[in-house]
């Protein structure tokens, strides 16, 4: 179980980072005014989407099995503060 709660709480770090810069890429696309540079600055903001995509998946994945599989968080409320 300790494998699963660490991979879920690897997951979730890994994807929330991506969530945090996903945003700043799309600032500095509105900004811009270079072609190449919006061209780099797009790539960059659909590699990184397509790269934390798998990442929340599994996020989720790995919270439902310790959820559904080892019983935490059922029953003292703490999911539905969670959601």
């Known amino acids: 179980m300790l494998w699963i ?3 879920h ?3 979730v770090i890994s994807w929330f980072a ?3 810069y996903l945003p700043r ?3 500095n696309l509105a ?3 270079d072609s190449a540079t919006f061209d780099c ?3 960059m903001a659909r590699r990184l989407y397509r790269f ?3 990442l929340a998946v599994l996020a989720v994945a790995f919270g439902l099995w310790l959820f559904l599989g080892y019983k935490i968080g059922q029953g003292n409320g703490w999911m539905h503060a969670k959601l």
Do not use: A, E
């Open 5 to 7: 709660k660490t991979f």
């Open 9 to 11: 709480i690897l997951f």
């Open 18 to 20: 991506g969530l945090f």
């Open 25 to 27: 890429i799309y600032v």
């Open 31 to 33: 900004q811009t005014q």
């Open 41 to 43: 600055l797009l790539g």
């Open 52 to 54: 934390m995509t798998p």
